[in-house]
């Protein structure tokens, strides 16, 4: 069974997070708290929606790219 875009997405977006923060648990949390980057609002909140997806992941794909 392939799965579906969405879900590849999501699956890409957290390969991300977990360079990022390092640990599930961060990730879980991450998805789960107020972000400003998103105006308050939550990722996972976001992630329900194409353009909230769009915004979440070029966010995560910039964070990325971010010198540090």
Same mark, same amino acid.
């Given at each position: 069974?392939?799965?579906s875009p969405e879900l590849k997405m999501k699956q890409k977006?957290?390969?991300i997070l977990r360079a990022l923060?390092? =640990?599930e648990e961060l990730i879980i949390r991450w998805w789960?708290? =107020?972000n400003k980057a998103?105006?308050?609002n939550l990722p996972d909140e976001l992630w329900q929606t194409n353009a909230g997806r769009v915004k979440v @992941?070029? @966010?995560?794909l910039d964070q990325m790219e971010a010198p540090h």
């Open positions: 069974m392939e799965l977006a957290n390969t923060l390092g =640990s789960n708290s =107020s998103f105006d308050g @992941y070029n @966010y995560l």
